[in-house]
């Protein structure tokens, strides 16, 4: 008898550069900047739990200069900060 075979998908960490590339698709309204709402919203369409919550540690660890969104120039702390958690990235990078 013969054993069926499974394909399964294995899923590899995004590179930096990725999430921050992930991170800009989230600023919906266009003005370069990263909004707790914002991330918030990115945050739940990859199905991660307590998206508000993480979204606000996020902003509060990134936000160097404490204008209440996240710069060009802030991105790449976002970056590192969000790198650390178990996002399912495999559907959005595909799109």
């Known amino acids: 008898m013969r054993k069926?075979?499974?394909?399964r998908q294995v899923e590899q960490p995004m590179t930096e550069d990725q999430l921050k590339g992930l991170l800009r698709k989230f600023d919906?309204?266009?003005d370069g900047k990263l909004s707790?709402?914002?991330?918030?919203?990115g945050l739940k369409s990859l199905?991660?739990?307590?998206?508000g919550?993480?979204?606000?540690?996020?902003i509060r660890h990134a936000?160097?200069?404490k204008d209440g969104v996240i710069g060009?120039?802030?991105i790449?702390?976002?970056?590192?900060?969000?790198?650390?958690?178990e996002v399912n990235t495999s559907d959005t990078l595909a799109s």
């Open 76 to 85: 790449n702390e976002l970056a590192k900060y969000i790198s650390k958690w």
């Open 36 to 41: 707790r709402k914002e991330l918030k919203v």
């Open 53 to 58: 919550l993480k979204a606000w540690r996020a």
């Open 4 to 7: 069926a075979s499974y394909l």
């Open 28 to 30: 919906t309204n266009g």
């Open 63 to 65: 936000d160097v200069n």
């Open 47 to 51: 199905d991660l739990r307590f998206a």
């Open 72 to 74: 060009e120039e802030e």
